[in-house]
């Protein structure tokens, strides 16, 4: 027996030996595996990109020393930042004092105690735990180009030596071994699985494809006008001398320390806003605003910038995102005014910072200059709100921090400002006589930011005199700019500072959208309307700002694409053509007089878009082509929450472009039904409800809908892990040609008015009065930019009105109208359906998202907790829906499309 154990323990070390070593050899294979992937992907290898056309203020220089100078510049950079690190702190830099020092910040990021505030500072505004995973991964919003594969520092046109730590090649780890909330979660590939489907005939396809090949041809040529060819002048930035107080004038800024980088594509009016450099933005100068669109308000009287906060772009607590917080900076000082005057310096007009006292009219809260071409007139910027003061109403103590990227101050995530145009040349703008037959523009504009560090102090701490009631009481709690700038610190010559040049000023959105149409005269798009609201037993008069005139009554604002991945590129969805093409024409039923689409699709590629479908609506569809990548696509539960750049410029551009020729907009995602309830069939009454009792907003809870398991196609099992995300068996969900999303959809997991939400409510409102949203929220409005005096004058009682949701409401659900959210479920979402939809299932590896909807006339009593084939009741069918508009819906598609069968093409 002794030696039958004997040899037994001997097998089973032979055993355990053969197995251990079986196991390193499959490590070392999937390691190198891994690692011939990484190649072939590309994510941790940096490549040279092509230089664009680089050239001094003065002379043409070739791409070889154009790249040479450029990786001077980030060696230099490299320098100051190395010194940064190395340097103490300075006692008099109050920005640096609050949050502990750069230098610890900089560094390994091992401070335990800040990574915890951090992270517990995100959690408290995540979901529960039960619904976080649904919450950041399923919102309202989750269309997403997924561009986070990327370095979040980085330009296509010129690059730095591999290896140097500096604004452009700082790799970003959101795509992939970063440190997160949810534990083990990765972002997969940018673009993976996106191959949109199509629902129109081929010979159409094959139109719409020569098409775009011809406009790509288009993107080629040169411009009519070399001297006027859009530029960025790139300006080094010194972060040392922002220690020094007073501030000290820039070393940086003079011409032959600046790089000019050429957009050439942008060659005429029809290319805006689609070749604006915004993929290709010069992001190691985070001074010059990031810009997405720009054009000329419907008066001719200014030029309107839309822009992003590229600080909220990657927010997390990584040694490498900490310290890309400290190099972006500059982009959120761009978002508060500074103060200057004018002054004559060897005969030529130069600005000197000041005080708000002390500052010319037009001066006492700027941030950029702005200056005409040919001309060369320069006025001053104006921000279409203070967004301090809006911090300040919102009960936020600092409208920036240095630690923190802001990700959850959503109203700094769009900014947005305006340049004066010269009274000479607004008669022209307004009729579009400044340009060209050609659509080429004949008038330009520069912007050139007043470059100072942000300020982190108290939100109201450097208000402009129109808000002075609510500054500090204590003065140390003040910001003084004579002793953080000085009384003679005079801005550098325009041609030292770094800037854009030449945006093209083309026509306005009457002139380019409405030309047949007879235009106003002054007199009636002039004149301010009053809108008297009844509150209680007072009148409140509220000037709603109606200078433009109305075209529509309803409208909605899309961001939308063919195909798309969502948060984390967790999966592909390719429906969007059959989806849009049901939305509109549901939507008309409802109401919606117009549809503003900021096409995204071009983002993935440009063979298969939504303008097709736009085709088919030619009196009905604006078409804004928006190849516009997001900055970040990670969900919102991990240490980098996702920033939709691209979606939320869209917003902002579709309420200021066209909102002030509408009374409402409808902020809702093709995959969003706003339903009509109780005695109405259409929004109109709804709206002119609200506007009889002076409402201006109205929400709607949003709540993922479960398609229902009676309508898809019979489900054909898929026995693969990697495909299902996990070892259960999963399925390709597919609608039938002859049933509707609406219908199919039609699965509601609460009864009657929603108790719990998403945070991800849609809303309805008046862009006269609202003039900052954010996909789910009015964060700015005419009455929270309001001060004190103003505020009581419209009948509001100071400390007690609470701003938030100010004249808006909720809609009722049972008698006004509801949102059936239709988010599309994916393979993945349906790993383990035939166990986790049964009766008496329980475990939680696997979650049910097929609905079986309860009966009509549910009694448990009668009809149990499942239907015969033991399939669990698990959402409610909204029957007005189902009786009312889904057939109405199937008729219209039927009718509008000429077909019999419901997409028949599809």
Known sequence: MVSVHSNNRNANRVRVSLATVLLFVVAISVGYALLILSFATGNPVETEPQISTTTSRKEEISGDQAKSRIQQ????????????????????????????????????????????????ERQEQNPSPEESKEASNEAGDDHNDGNNNKPIIQN??????????????????????QTTKRNGWMAKPHGEGVQPQIIIPNENVLNAMEEEEEEEDD?????????????????????????????????????????MNTYPKLNSCKKVPQMIPVNEYPDYDPFLPWIHDVFPTHDGKYIQFVAQNRRRCHTGTTPEEKEILHLTQPNIALFQHVPVKRINQDGETRYKLTSHDQADPDGVATRFICRFKPSMVETLSVFNFDYDYAAHRKRTKYTFQYKDGGILSI??????????????????????????????????????PIRTPPRYGLSSEFLQPKYADRLPQKMEDRFDPTAEWGDDHVIPRIEDSGRWENFPICKTTLEEYYPQEQQPSDDETTTLKLQKIEKGNREIALKDH???????????????????????????????????????????????????????????????????????????????????????NNPNNVDSPGERSSQYAAESSCRLRFGPHVEWIGQFDIDEYLIPMGKYTSIIPILDDLDRTGLKILSFGSWRAWPRRDLIKEPVPIHDTEQCSNSFLCFELTIPEDTTVLQTYNCDRQSGPKKDVMPAEKQLYRPDFVLQHFIHYSTVTVLSEMNKTEFEAAGFPWLKTRIAGLLGRYSDEINEATMLHTKAVARQDTAGWN????????????????????????????????DDKDWAYNCYVNRKTEEFWVPRLQKALKQHTGNNDLNSNF
């Open 156 to 177: 296509n046109q010129a690059k730095g030596p591999r290896g140097k730590r500096n604004f452009r090649n700082v790799v970003l780890p959101g795509a992939s071994m």
């Open 219 to 259: 993107d080629d040529e040169t411009p009519p006008d070399p001297e006027h060819v859009l530029k960025a002048f790139v300006e080094p930035i010194d972060f040392k001398e922002w220690e020094t107080k007073p501030l000290p004038k820039r070393s940086t800024a003079t011409a032959d320390q600046l790089e």
């Open 546 to 632: 109606l200078t433009a005139p109305k075209k529509h009554r309803l409208v909605a604002c899309m961001w939308a694409s063919a195909g798309y991945t969502t948060r984390g590129n967790r999966f592909a969805v390719n429906d969007g053509q059959r989806r849009m093409l049901e939305w509109i024409t549901f939507n008309k039923m409802l109401g919606f007089e117009h549809f503003y689409l900021y096409d995204n699709s071009y983002a993935f590629s440009s063979e298969i878009t939504l303008k097709p479908i736009a085709d088919m609506f030619p009196n009905e569809i604006t078409y804004i082509k928006w190849p516009f990548h997001v900055c970040n």
């Open 835 to 866: 166990k986790a939809c049964k009766v008496g299932y329980s475990d939680p590896r696997a979650r049910c998202r097929i609905g079986v909807p309860f009966p009509f006339d549910y009694d448990e009593a009668k009809h149990g907790v499942g």
């Open 411 to 448: 109203h700094t995530s769009q900014l947005i400002f305006k340049c004066p145009v010269p009274d000479d040349l607004v008669d022209s703008i307004k009729s579009g006589e400044s340009v060209q037959d050609d659509d080429t523009a004949s008038l330009f504009v520069d912007v050139i």
């Open 73 to 120: 510049q980030q060696q230099q950079q490299h320098k100051l930042l190395e010194e940064k690190k190395a340097a103490p702190v300075t006692t008099a830099d109050k920005n640096i004092q609050q949050h502990q020092a750069s230098t610890t910040v900089l560094q390994a990021g091992n401070d335990q105690n800040t990574n915890k505030i951090e992270t517990s």
